[in-house]
């Protein structure tokens, strides 16, 4: 995870620049991240998250949508999420 400070300085950035979609690479995600990116309008899809049970809990932390190299993983993790 990321500190409070660099959390919202991405955040001021990303937003300085009209973004609509931060995409950190996902070991700097976690729930309050997502939280505050999505209270400033912007959608989170972290990058590239290739192993099942990293992208399901990137699921968890609430974000938009992963980057993988794998998709059929990808569809594999979203299942187990859902159940």
Same mark, same amino acid.
């Given at each position: %995870? ?6 919202? &300085? ?28 999505? *209270?400033?309008?912007? *959608? ?17 932390? %609430?974000?938009? %949508? ?8 990808? &569809? ?8």
């Amino acid at each position: %995870g990321l500190t409070d400070s660099v959390y919202q &300085k991405a955040i001021d950035m990303a937003k300085s620049h009209k973004a609509q979609i931060i995409s950190p690479y996902y070991m700097y995600v976690d729930r309050e991240f997502v939280h505050r990116a999505n *209270e400033a309008q912007l *959608e989170v899809i972290p990058w590239t998250i290739n192993e099942i049970e990293d992208i399901t809990a990137m699921y968890e932390t %609430g974000v938009q %949508g992963v980057i993988s190299d794998y998709p059929l993983r990808m &569809k594999k993790a979203l299942e187990i999420y859902r159940n």
